[in-house]
Nanobody
Framework: QVQLEESGGGLVQAGGSLRLSCAAS????????MGWFRQAPGKEREFVAA????????HYTDSVKGRFTISGDNAKNTMYLQMNSLRPEDTARYYC?????????????????WGQGTQVTVSS
């Protein structure tokens, strides 16, 4: 099993920045693909960004390209999401996810493990 714990959410004004962290524990050697999803009230969970540890490939949804950066620290088993130029429409609960099986970074069904989420609220 792999446990994921997010942190770093909060309230920020539009144009501000936040850095989310996702700490992985347990059988972390089995996980080499991770991602961030978000869910706003009344909306479906949507893909934000993903990273493959081995190839160091990254993926982003169009709305965050140029504003968000996903990265990871293998030694700390931690993934980050640096969010800049935040907008009110970025307000959501952000979830960390990990995959050790067939993976399509944009599809939540291909992730095996999920954290509890951290709330990000951007005021206008």
């Amino acid at each position: 099993q792999v446990q994921l714990e997010e942190s770093g959410g909060g309230l920020v004004q539009a144009g501000g920045s936040l850095r989310l962290s996702c700490a992985a524990s347990g059988r972390t050697f089995s996980v080499y693909r991770m991602g961030w999803f978000r869910q706003a009230p009344g909306k479906e969970r949507e893909f934000v960004a993903a990273i493959s540890w081995r190839g160091r490939s990254t993926h982003y949804t169009d709305s965050v390209k140029g504003r968000f950066t996903i990265s990871g620290d293998n030694a700390k088993n931690t993934m980050y999401l640096q969010m800049n130029s935040l907008r009110p429409e970025d307000t959501a609960r952000y979830y960390c996810a990990a995959s050790n099986s067939n993976w399509n970074p944009r599809y939540s069904s291909t992730y095996n493990y999920w954290g509890q989420g951290t709330q990000v609220t951007v005021s206008s």
